[in-house]
């Protein structure tokens, strides 16, 4: 039986056809759900819509449910739609009128809203995690060898000299504008849309604001219309926001990819941490970063994805929006499984040092010939023109010694101010406020 059925018994392929991934899916929101549950719950009470005993009653089964999913003991039966079905059929059997009653003033629609919203806030906060372990990791490495020099490259040549540490910090702070990212869909996430019910409110007088506080949200989503036109929009700034994640980790995949090839070799691995070929013994394949740049590939991908899914969509719910769990939520795990296993290679890095004193790279100085002369008097087109004719007669003399003071540069890594950005940015969150709201309605 549905919550929505009246008599008519609907069709098994239909119903298989509709419902697809969706209690899979509908697992990952239950602790989400029944936190919506006890808020929603205990404004019905305070607005004279729950008895005081019923409500009491509610809130004990809801929390003994809570901890049920805490513990894994929690499924959706064959048969029942959803997650909001299945709680609200779990109360019912276990208290009888009082579980029919927490339906009054809300819809299944403003129910996934409220649980996606919740999930995701939880799930950001997990790749935030992830991701600022990433970046203390590739700041240490960035301090480690911030002496060790490496060729920097355009166009795939030569261009001037750039240093392990100067490479490494490029990614850690890389990371805080893809933190930044995340803080704006994380903001957009922490709105409010219980009380839009099925995208039009209610005639029962909601106090919207209660549910608002109780669930830790920083604000409403107002207006009721909008609320229910978030759904897809929220999750396709999420997913802008871990392909963010994703592009940086992408590029580093790239990097170490090529530095192992041997025709680099600039940096290298333990054995076990790479892969044979059945034909070739020499071969130390770099499949963890091919892997993770392929998996960080399609989570760039995902933000056109659930664009085309919702693309053209008039306002109100659809049932297309159902499927955008199915193709969000895994990636939300790639990428964190990404992010981890980015970290573990890093920490068994090791570079090649002196690479520089191969006659290959001398051409990496001439911009430090150049500026040395201008630093004598001699005007920048003329040193220019000098050292272009000495490199095309073969005659150029490299001064292997590197001046680089300004900021963010070889001699000067800011490591510290970098560090600085990531620390005041993640401590804008502020996740002891979601925190402290749902540990009071669990408790």
């Not at 609907?10 to 549950?37: H, I, Q, Y």
């Not at 071969?283 to 392929?294: C, S």
Request: glycine fraction near 8%; include cysteine; charge should be negative.
């Amino acid at each position: 039986m549905k919550l929505w059925q009246k008599t008519n018994d609907v069709n098994k392929a239909v119903e298989e056809f509709t419902v697809g991934r969706d209690r899979e899916m509908d697992l990952l929101l239950a602790e989400a759900d029944v936190l919506g549950s006890l808020a929603h719950t205990r404004m019905l009470e305070s607005i004279g819509l729950l008895g005081k005993k019923d409500l009491e009653d509610v809130q004990r089964e809801l929390k003994n449910i809570y901890r049920e999913i805490e513990a894994g003991n929690f499924t959706i039966e064959e048969g029942v739609e959803d997650v909001h079905s299945q709680v609200e059929f779990l109360l019912t059997q276990r208290l009888g009128e009082a579980g029919k009653k927490i339906h009054s003033g809300r819809s299944r629609n403003d129910q996934v809203l409220v649980d996606l919203r919740i999930f995701l806030r939880r799930r950001i906060r997990e790749v935030v995690d992830d991701t600022v372990e990433l970046f203390g990791t590739l700041q240490r490495l960035s301090e480690q060898y911030k002496d060790v020099l490496m060729p920097g490259y355009t166009h795939l040549q030569i261009a001037m000299p750039s240093s392990f540490g100067l490479w490494l910090g490029a990614y850690a702070e890389s990371l805080v504008d893809d933190v930044e990212m995340l803080y704006a869909a994380y903001r957009i996430c922490n709105k409010n849309p219980l009380g839009s019910a099925a995208g039009y409110g209610s005639s029962f007088p909601l106090d919207r604001t209660m549910t608002t506080r109780l669930l830790g949200f920083d604000t409403l989503s107002y207006n009721v219309v909008y609320a229910q036109m978030g759904r897809g929009k929220s999750e396709r700034i999420v997913a802008q926001a871990l392909s963010s994640v994703a592009a940086t980790l992408a590029k580093l995949a790239l990097d170490n990819a090529l530095f192992l090839n041997q025709n680099f070799g600039f940096i290298s691995y333990p054995a076990e941490l790479t892969t044979g070929s059945s034909i070739m013994p020499h071969k130390k394949n770099p499949d963890v970063w091919e892997i993770m740049r392929g998996r960080c590939n399609l989570v760039q991908g995902l933000p056109n994805q659930i664009a085309m899914m919702t693309t053209n969509l008039p306002s109100g719910y659809h049932r297309d929006l159902q499927l955008l769990k199915e193709v969000l939520f895994p990636a939300i795990d790639d990428l964190r499984s990404c992010i981890r296993m980015a970290g573990y290679m890093l920490d068994n890095l090791t570079v090649k040092r002196d690479i520089l004193d191969d006659p290959k790279y001398d051409y990496l100085f001439s911009v430090e010939v150049v500026n040395r002369m201008v630093l004598d008097g001699v005007p920048f087109r003329e040193a220019y023109r000098k050292v272009g004719i000495d490199i095309e007669n073969g005659c150029f003399e490299a001064e292997k010694q590197v001046r680089h003071t300004h900021e963010g540069s070889i001699g000067n890594l800011c490591n510290a101010e970098i560090a600085g950005l990531m620390k005041r940015l993640v401590e804008r969150f502020d996740f002891g406020a979601v925190d402290r709201a749902e540990a009071e309605l669990v408790c």
